[in-house]
């Protein structure tokens, strides 16, 4: 492996904050939830592409 990350993993990522971003803004306790949870997912998919790294 090059140590360069994966365009899926770059894409998710991308995905990932816009969810987050959306849910932020909507102020519903819900939304608050979704938007914990695209957070955590952020999170685990910044962990996958620092694993990649070091593969």
């Known amino acids: 492996m090059t140590g360069d ?6 894409e998710l990522k991308i995905r990932q904050a816009d969810r987050e ?7 519903e306790e819900a939304n608050q939830r979704r938007a914990d949870k695209a ?8 962990e996958r592409e620092q694993a990649e790294r070091q593969d």
């Open 5 to 10: 990350p994966d365009p899926e993993t770059q």
């Open 21 to 27: 971003k959306e849910e932020r803004e909507r102020p």
């Open 39 to 46: 957070e955590y997912l952020k999170k685990k998919l910044e």
